[in-house]
């Protein structure tokens, strides 16, 4: 079945990195996303991996991919005010690529 | 170049109503795919549509319907309205019905009282 989960909080102090961890269950997950979503607003992509990837990076952001034990994570570094918002880890297949299953969210909370 | 807009914003219905909320996407974008996101959880896959079909569904109910039009805007509309329909209501769009990148607009908040 398809199902993704990941913890409800996190908290780091400003200019620390953060790491979000995320688990899903279908192993016919073909794109696992990140997407961010701040207080009143939709939900903005930061960043996907192909299934057969192990790790991408984009500035800040590396997201880490564990096929085998169907773990993904998201690696903020120099964590800052402006990160604050609930990021939620999603997948989807080949064959219904469209059709994102999205974990609860993790709420990522700075601390000066 | 516009994102993706949903109207209203805000909507306020009592049970048994029925409601329809809109979306236009992003310009160039001709599929649309529908969430619901209930307090504290993530979205959940609605229906997508494309070609102004219906291509995907997800597990939601017949009093969940929706609507394309040439324009490629889109329509979701629910019927005999309860209590937990209450939620956020996402539109993705994307270009082509088998892209995995879907650009969300802001929502409408739909509270069933």
């Known amino acids: 079945g398809e199902d993704v989960e990941q913890s409800l909080f996190l908290s780091v102090r400003e200019g620390d990195s953060s790491v979000i961890n995320c688990t899903y269950t279908?192993?016919?997950?073909?794109?696992l996303y990140w997407y961010k979503q701040e207080p009143g607003a939709g939900l903005q992509l930061l960043t996907y991996?192909?299934?057969?990837?192990d790790m991408k990076q984009d500035q800040r952001l590396t997201v880490l991919l564990n096929k085998k034990d169907k773990h993904l994570s998201l690696r903020i570094a120099d964590t800052q005010t402006g990160d604050s918002a609930i990021y939620f880890c999603?997948?989807?297949?080949?064959?219904?690529?469209?059709?994102?299953?999205f974990g609860s969210g993790t709420r990522l909370s700075i601390r000066p | 170049d516009a994102g993706v807009t949903q109207s209203p914003t805000h909507l306020i219905k009592t049970r048994g109503q029925q409601v329809t909320l809109r979306c236009s996407p992003k310009?160039?974008?001709?599929?649309v795919s529908w969430y619901q996101q209930a307090l504290g959880q993530g979205p959940q896959f609605i229906f997508q549509?494309?070609?102004?079909?219906?291509?995907q569904r997800g597990n939601f109910p017949d009093r969940f319907s929706g609507h394309q039009f040439p324009n490629y805007s889109s329509e979701l509309n629910v019927n005999a309205l309860l209590l937990g329909d209450s939620a956020l209501y996402l539109c993705?769009?994307?270009?082509?019905?088998?892209?995995?990148?879907?650009?969300f607009g802001p929502g409408t908040r739909l509270t069933v009282l």
């Open positions: 549509y494309y070609e102004e079909e219906e291509r």
């Open positions: 993705a769009s994307s270009l082509g019905q088998g892209t995995n990148e879907q650009f």
């Open positions: 310009s160039g974008h001709d599929t």
């Open positions: 999603a997948e989807s297949t080949y064959s219904s690529a469209s059709k994102i299953i």
């Open positions: 279908d192993s016919s997950s073909t794109y």
């Open positions: 991996i192909f299934s057969n990837m």
